[in-house]
């Protein structure tokens, strides 16, 4: 049953799935109960925990807004979290992981988990910003989302199914979330301030270097411990995810 929290006036949709110790979900860009990258994983941990996902801003069966920014999503996620009280575990996947970073010192929560968290210490210079900017504001939101996927690695097919799915005009509506992705993407020495809880990271041993490669920069500056698993490009096989969460929630 899908329910709603008011956050300052905007409503957000959250649900819950499963039973057990309770987990909270936090979907990369673009994603959402319309459509999540990591759907499958989801079900197979209502398996053995109970899932609580949302829709951030912007995103889902949430209602379009103007009001966009890295502090939004931050307070978001915090109220999403005291709203549902009793959360063992935060695991955000891609740019999930990079809100969950930026809104650490807010989150009363015992553990956090980052699945091939996508950040970097410095600021993208590669122009991704700014052209996908101009896409949004000239109305082309599809040629927005396809720079972003573009510029980040999707490989075609995974891509050219995406965009023949019915699933596609929900992802292209929110085109204009991207530039926070984005933004959540630059994670410096202030943002890691913040986090006194324990992170673990999780990644792929399908996944290129240039993503793996940023979980063990930041498990460097966190002093973190990085988790390989089974999985293909920028995703975690979910039996193996299903295990390595147990093993942390419940260590």
Known sequence: MTRHIDNDGYALAYESAG????????D????????RPMEE?????????????????GRGRNPLTTDLSVGREVDDLAA????VGDIR?????????????????LLDVPLLVLVEPAVDE????????????????????????RAFYEATG?????????????????VVRAAPTLLVDIDLAH?????????????????????????????DRLADRLSATVWREPGGWHGIDPRALVDRLDALVHA
């Open 80 to 83: 999403v979290v005291a709203e």
């Open 89 to 105: 575990a935060v695991v955000g996947f891609s740019s999930g992981a990079a809100l969950v970073l930026h809104a650490a010192a």
């Open 41 to 57: 994983a989801v079900q197979v941990l209502a398996e053995r925990f109970e899932v609580v996902t949302y829709d951030r801003r």
């Open 187 to 215: 994670v410096n020495d202030d943002v890691l301030a913040g986090v006194r809880t324990p992170v673990h990271l999780i990644v792929s041993d399908g996944s290129p270097g240039e993503i793996t490669e940023m979980s």
């Open 122 to 145: 410095a600021v993208d210079e590669s122009g991704l910003r700014e052209r996908v900017r101009t896409a949004v504001e000239s109305g082309d939101n599809e040629g927005a989302v």
């Open 28 to 35: 990369p860009a673009l994603g959402s109960s319309s459509m």
């Open 19 to 26: 039973s057990g110790s309770r987990i909270l979900w936090v």
């Open 154 to 170: 999707v490989p075609e097919e995974i891509l050219q199914g995406l965009v023949e799915s019915e699933v596609w005009p929900t």
